[in-house]
Every structure is written in structure tokens, then in C-alpha cells.
T-cell receptor
Framework: DAGVTQSPTHLIKTRGQQVTLRCSPI?????VSWYQQVLGQGPQFIFQ???????GRGNFPDRFSARQFPNYSSELNVNALLLGDSALYLC????????????FGPGTRLTVT | AQSVTQLGSHVSVSEGALVLLRCNYS??????LFWYVQYPNQGLQLLLK??????LVKGINGFEAEFKKSETSFHLTKPSAHMSDAAEYFC????????????FGIGTKLQVIP
């Protein structure tokens, strides 16, 4: 079975632009979580979605938004990009949102110049 | 509120030596505890987890960790380091009930010297 997939792998954007990152969960998983990992730090929780509804949100500004589609894939959108948004964005999926059962994708490396 | 402290952002060991990566946590409720490994330019892979039951947890690649409630610790060990163990290791804590927000430590980069 395929694991969690994310696209694109790498992305370069300019300050002020908008970006959309995509995540496909493991087949049968209904929950997706997003994390931001800045270089030299641990991942920080951004959002969790379960059954297409937002279940949790971390301490991120409103420039960050996400949604989950009927097929349980998810998009993370970031508006008005700042240099500080440069990071590895990780997606994780689980059956029902339990952290103890989540699996991570390879991540999308976003560079803002 | 919950938090994780990983002591030592960089640890070097010789091949064949004991690996010990330290993790202390704070949590207002019974925690779930995790260790993840991250190889360069890759996502996180779960090494092991403590949820309930036995406090000594065995994971993949010969790693294990012991949950010590009295010391609020969850240190990761491996008896004999292998070159392939060189990676970054993250300790994480989450609540055990309800909505489970997870908090990660800043990571420990393990170097294995031949």
C-alpha cells in the first residue's frame, strides 16, 4: 500500500505570494494533520482535519488555512508568504485522528525568497 | 500545557557503543510519548511509542525507551550503534485523552563515528 504522499517535493516562492501544498493520506485513513518544521527545530502542529472538519488548530496566523476533500486528501494554503514561512511542511494521516497512530509523509520543502 | 526537553542537540558515539538520547517531558495529564527518526530530506518515521501498559517499550532497529513517571523521562537507548543510525531523533508528547495535540522536542542529531 502507498504511504502518505505530498506534492510538490520542493517549491520556491517570493515574499507576498500564495502557496498551496497537497497531501494524500494512506488509503482508508480519514484524518490528516499538517506540521511546519523550520530548519533546526522540531515539527510544530498547524491543523488537524477529520472527516472533512477542522478538529484542531495550532498557534499559526490566519494566513494559514487548510481543507479536506471528500476523498480525504487535503490542501494547506499559505497567503502573503514571509521569509519565516520557509520550512519543511509535513503531512500525517491516521484512521480517526489518533496521534498514536499517525504516519508521516516525506514533506514539501518551501523556500521563500 | 505540555512540553518536551531534549538534552543535547548533538550527540556523537562510536560505532558499536551505547546510544543514549535524553528526553524529559511535562504534561498535566497522563501522556503518550513517542520517538521519531528523521533522515536527511525525509519525513518522520515512528521508532516507538508509549501509550499504556509496560513502561519499557521496544521499537524498530533495536531501539528501546523506558517511561519513568517519577523522573518524567522517556530516554531512548540502543546497545550498539550502527552507522545507519546517524539521523535526527525527535521526542514527542501528546495528551492521552480527547483531542490529542502533539508537541515535539527540538531534536537530537546523532553522529556515529566509525
Amino acid at each position: 500500500d502507498a504511504g502518505v504522499t505530498q506534492s510538490p517535493t520542493h517549491l520556491i516562492k517570493t515574499r507576498g505570494q500564495q502557496v498551496t501544498l497537497r497531501c494524500s493520506p494512506i488509503s482508508g485513513h480519514k484524518s490528516v494533520s499538517w506540521y511546519q518544521q523550520v530548519l533546526g527545530q522540531g515539527p510544530q502542529f498547524i491543523f488537524q482535519y477529520y472527516e472533512k472538519e477542522e478538529r484542531g488548530r495550532g498557534n499559526f496566523p490566519d494566513r494559514f488555512s487548510a481543507r479536506q476533500f471528500p476523498n480525504y486528501s487535503s490542501e494547506l494554503n499559505v497567503n502573503a508568504l514571509l521569509l519565516g514561512d520557509s520550512a519543511l511542511y509535513l503531512c500525517a494521516s491516521s484512521l480517526r485522528g489518533q496521534i498514536r497512530e499517525q504516519y508521516f509523509g516525506p514533506g514539501t520543502r518551501l523556500t521563500v525568497t | 500545557a505540555q512540553s518536551v526537553t531534549q538534552l543535547g542537540s548533538h550527540v556523537s558515539v562510536s560505532e558499536g557503543a551505547l546510544v543514549l538520547l535524553r528526553c524529559n517531558y511535562s504534561s498535566s495529564v497522563p501522556p503518550y510519548l513517542f520517538w521519531y527518526v528523521q533522515y536527511p530530506n525525509q519525513g518522520l518515521q515512528l521508532l516507538l511509542k508509549y501509550t499504556t501498559g509496560a513502561t519499557l517499550v521496544k521499537g524498530i532497529n533495536g531501539f528501546e525507551a523506558e517511561f519513568k513517571k517519577s523522573e518524567t523521562s522517556f530516554h531512548l537507548t540502543k546497545p550498539s550503534a550502527h552507522m545507519s543510525d546517524a539521523a535526527e531523533y525527535f521526542c514527542a508528547v501528546s495528551d492521552s485523552g480527547g483531542y490529542q495535540k502533539v508537541t515535539f522536542g527540538i531534536g537530537t542529531k546523532l553522529q556515529v563515528i566509525p
